[in-house]
């Protein structure tokens, strides 16, 4: 390949330099954020010299080159694009920003409430400890233990709105501390308490500019939405400000503008009017979960766990804290729960009821891992493959949100669910408890009455133990086999890099299938390119979209160049955390060299042992097919 040919074809293609936003790559193609995809030419950039094919995902334009030659033509392309070479992460984030807005929207509360889980679940702890003390012994409450305690459970949502607007302007990129300096102004102790509003005889007010109007000289303790929206402003402010101050008098005039302008502004627009349309949806919330005989609640049970498959769920957050400000209990975490709890229920039955012994041996942890609250291994792992185990648990959440509504049951933290959230509802911890037992019991019988055994993929399962079919070839890794066809990945599932397998595993290690030298090994760890001492070329990709966690769940037992015997372990990773990123565990398993003559066919070769049909080459080719069966 002319890797600097293919480097010009693509950016023409493209559009030019002016139509890239950044650049990166990973083991097998190229991860570009375009400004415009309509100046695009796809049918030009499927027809450039060493490009497999294309496609666009997550926002980015992924053009398939193969391994030891995207790097190659990736060092070629910022080159002649004048560009800088870009992290996966900076992709990723430039790729999100020409998301959807609702999409954006949702990503940006996550990243605004997952930090401050600690100090929630810290204050809400200790908050339910006391008041399980308390019933055990009233005069607890009297003391000066009690006293400094409550304190300290407390704090947490008494300063809510600085928590909130510290880390929302590292959401949004602005000062961290100038959004502390706006959350202390929206609860400053010479603003009326929100809490103390219905109570007091008169609402102090002040003019401003001439008496034009009052404001009134209320705090916004109990609110969330307006301390987002204030940051936001005080964030987008701060960074033009940034752009067009001069640099001598920057660091003393930004602040202060931005305080001030934004200070003024909190005060008489984006608090009364966001603390009005957030007490409207708390209502509407806090409404529909109320509704008679817990339908509502029911409803919310139903549709959780797809939207945990959607990944909006972190939304949530944002609701759990303001029920928790506005009224000190969260009724939407024994929803959660529920609703956690179904699908660990399923995968329980489904592991319990299954033949299959390598999917008894994930469905198990994985079901034990959402009773603690962690549901994506159950849900990805395990539920969603056999479908009828997932809904099962969708009707198990319904039914023991059914109950949290009925009972009113709320806790007072968010972040926690599961089997430990006995320790944030011990004001109604039977309630709790039964709540769990009906979302359990329902699931649980759903599938167990459902699902049949023969849903399971007719594919044998790979053992790296066993006798290779193949004198000298051995299976890289354990695990169900699955086409490679059903890989949810265009690039691997077409075929372009390769023939091959895909393997769902059962364990985290992947062993050298023949004599072989470590011929590429990116820093990210998440794949493994092998030459095998007969100069067959393989590249072996855990889990689909995995670069992004930059090496995070991975290790690598060798170096790139290392000489490895066969069944030597040469990585190791950690299915469960993978999963629980949201990341498919599905291995392909590729013959990349000649990959363009070597396409599947009804008569393939045998690659590695107790594996079925898996290559051949074109009828053409005059060279000996690399397996032979």
Not at 56 to 75: C, F, M, R
Not at 383 to 396: I, Q, S, T
Not at 407 to 420: D, R
Not at 466 to 480: D, K, R
């Amino acid at each position: 390949m002319d890797y600097k040919a293919t480097a010009k074809g693509v950016l023409t293609a493209i559009g030019g330099k002016d139509n890239l936003v950044s650049a990166a790559h990973c083991a097998t193609r190229l991860r570009l954020v375009i400004s415009d995809n309509g100046k695009v030419h796809k049918t030009d950039l499927e027809n450039v010299d060493g490009v497999k094919g294309v496609f666009e995902a997550s926002g980015q334009l992924q053009i398939i080159i193969g391994t030891g030659a995207v790097n190659k033509v990736y060092d070629e392309f910022i080159a002649l694009a004048g560009v800088s070479a870009a992290s996966k992460d900076d992709v990723k984030q430039a790729a999100a920003a020409k998301q959807p807005i609702a999409k954006r929207a949702i990503k940006t509360l996550g990243d605004i409430f997952v930090p401050i889980i600690p100090a929630i679940v810290a204050s809400g702890l200790l908050m339910g400890l006391m008041e399980g003390f308390t019933k055990i012994s009233p005069a607890l409450a009297e003391s000066g233990t009690y006293t400094v305690f409550h304190l300290f459970s407390n704090a947490a949502f008494v300063f809510l709105p600085i928590l909130i607007a510290f880390s929302a302007a590292r959401a949004f990129g602005g000062n961290p501390f100038l959004g502390a300096v706006i959350g202390m102004i929206m609860i400053h102790p010479d603003l009326l308490n929100a809490w103390a509003v219905a109570g007091a005889d008169k609402i102090p007010s002040v003019g401003v500019w001439f008496n034009l109007y009052d404001i009134n000289l209320v705090g916004y303790q109990g609110h969330v939405i307006p301390v987002v929206i204030a940051v936001w402003f005080m964030s987008t402010l701060e960074k033009k400000l940034h752009k067009i101050v001069p640099e001598m008098i920057d660091l003393f005039v930004t602040p202060l503008v931005t305080v001030l302008v934004t200070g003024y502004l909190t005060l008489t627009v984006f608090g009364p009017i966001f603390s009005w349309l957030e007490s409207g949806v708390l209502i509407g919330m806090q409404t529909l979960i109320a509704i008679p005989f817990g339908i509502g609640a029911a409803l919310c049970g139903a549709v959780y766990a797809p939207t945990v498959v959607a990944g909006i769920h972190h939304m949530y957050n944002a609701l759990e804290a303001g029920m928790l400000s506005s009224t000190g209990v969260n009724t939407w975490m024994p929803i959660a729960t529920a609703a956690n709890v179904a699908q660990g229920a399923a995968a329980l039955a489904f592991g319990l009821k299954t033949r299959n012994r390598k999917s008894k041996a994930v469905a198990l942890p994985a079901s034990l891992s959402a009773f603690l609250g962690i549901t994506e291994p159950a849900i990805f792992g395990v539920n969603l493959r056999y479908v009828r185990p997932f809904f099962a648990g969708c009707a198990g959440g319904a039914a023991g949100a059914l109950v949290a509504g009925w009972l009113h049951v709320g806790a007072t933290a968010y972040g926690i669910t599961g089997l430990f959230g006995i320790l944030i509802t011990t004001q109604n911890l039977m309630q709790y408890l039964l709540v769990m037992l009906v979302a359990f019991g329902v699931a649980f019988t759903l599938t167990f009455v459902l699902y049949r055994d023969e849903e399971t993929s007719s594919q044998p399962a790979l053992d790296i133990n066993a006798t290779p079919v193949v004198t000298g070839i051995a299976s890289p890794l354990s695990g169900e086999v699955i086409p490679m066809s059903e890989v949810p990945d265009d690039t691997f599932a077409s075929g372009v890099l390769g023939g091959g397998v895909a393997i769902l595993p059962s364990e985290g290690k992947i062993v050298a299938p023949a004599n072989a030298t470590v011929s590429m090994l990116p820093a990210s760890r998440h794949a493994v390119g092998l030459t095998l001492d007969d100069g067959t070329e393989l590249l072996i990709h855990i889990g689909i979209n995995t670069v992004e966690l930059k090496g995070e769940g991975f290790t690598a037992l060798v170096r790139e160049g290392d000489k490895v015997n066969k069944g030597q372990t040469i990585l190791t990773f950690d299915p469960a955390y993978l999963t629980a990123q949201g990341y498919s565990i599905i291995t392909p398993v590729i013959v990349t060299d000649g990959a363009d003559n070597l396409v599947p066919a009804p008569q393939a070769h045998t690659m590695i042992s107790a594996l079925a049909p898996l290559l051949t080459q074109q009828a053409n080719t005059v060279k000996e097919p690399v397996y032979a069966g």
